[in-house]
């Protein structure tokens, strides 16, 4: 299969990690800001993880230059514009891009005007690109209970004009999710649908938890409840969907080599998988790669390919006019 030209849906992406390593340096170049090079090849080494990072917090320390440049109304436009782009030419119709609105405080800028402007982003490629799109709002589990309250209820406002879903992401503890109930809560009150960063570092329970505790719909990775056979049957179980990310899950070490990745054993034990980049630039991928990796590796065929796209579009937090748009490209595969 051609998977440069054929349609894909996307539900896991990270803005901070998807930045163009020359938008970086233009940004950079024109308001001042100090980054360790100004060359794009000298840029793309500090910002690619290499497959070899000794976990996932190694490979979140890449994240640091490009959130230098995505200080202004300006730069959030126009980074998540160049994000929709860039999915757009290799046929993803659709996306949900996920972003920590107060790692980008630093300038001075309000939460309402920092999801704003990446809604403005995505709604001008929206119009430009035959590409629709919505935003996922993160909660850092490395801040405060507090500071997941404060984006819950600024980013409240904007449900339904451009947000869907809350988030919680950053490094992965034992037992977080806890700690979250509330804010989480409070959230699926207010309408937000829920995905949650788990089991991908070696704590399938989290994944439980995440559903039990918190309502997720969806999970973030989920490698791990592979050695968690409570959390695996919960996910099979409530068809709780997985946002699995392959090159991403070798980088940060959930799995050793995409030969070992879990992600075609638990589609064929009847557990809903998706394929997604997690961190274009991070992870050096596109949607065509990825799918690419794991179709070769784990000798999958069409008929595989429509039904993950089917499970991508209805796990999707589209509305449902979006959602029967989708289901229309599958004539196309």
């Known amino acids: 299969m051609n998977f440069s030209k054929i349609p894909k849906i996307e539900l896991h992406c990270h803005l901070d990690g998807s930045v163009r390593p020359e938008t970086i340096i233009d940004i950079a170049k024109k308001d001042g800001i100090h980054i360790p090079s100004f060359d794009k090849e000298e840029m793309k080494e500090e910002l690619i993880a290499p497959l070899n990072c000794e976990s996932l917090d190694d490979y979140l320390k890449r994240f640091s230059i490009p959130n230098l440049v995505m200080q202004s109304k300006e730069s959030l436009k126009r980074i998540t514009f160049e994000l929709f782009e860039d999915a757009a030419k290799e046929n993803v119709k659709y996306m949900e891009v996920r972003f920590a609105p107060l790692l980008h405080t630093k300038m001075g800028l309000s939460i309402e005007e920092i999801i704003l402007s990446v809604i403005e982003g995505m709604k001008e490629a929206e119009e430009k690109f035959d590409i629709h799109g919505n935003i996922i709002l993160s909660c850092m589990r490395t801040m405060s209970v507090e500071s997941a309250f404060e984006v819950v209820e600024k980013g409240e406002k904007f449900l339904g004009k451009g947000v869907v879903a809350i988030d919680l992401c ?95 054993d638990f589609h064929r034990d009847g557990i809903k998988v998706t394929v997604n980049t997690d961190n274009r630039t991070v992870s050096n991928t596109t949607m065509a790669k990825e799918c690419d990796l794991v179709w070769d590796e784990f000798a999958m065929n069409d008929v595989e390919y429509k039904q993950i796209y089917m499970d991508s579009v209805q796990a999707s937090f589209a509305n449902e006019e979006v959602k029967e748009s989708l289901k229309k490209y599958l004539q196309y595969i």
Not at 174 to 190: N, S, V
Not at 237 to 253: A, D, F, G, H, I
């Open 170 to 264: 950053a490094s992965e503890d034992e037992g977080f999710c806890e700690k979250f109930i509330d804010p989480i809560t409070l959230a699926r009150g207010y309408g937000f649908r829920v995905t949650i960063h788990a089991g991908e570092t070696g704590i399938g329970k989290n994944v439980l938890e995440a559903v039990k505790l918190l309502g997720a719909e969806r999970i973030g990775h989920g490698v791990f409840i592979k050695d968690c056979e409570e959390a695996y049957n919960i996910v099979k179980q409530k068809q709780v969907v997985l946002e699995m990310c392959p090159t991403s899950n070798v980088q940060t070490k959930a799995v050793n080599q995409i030969s070992d990745h879990p992600i075609c």
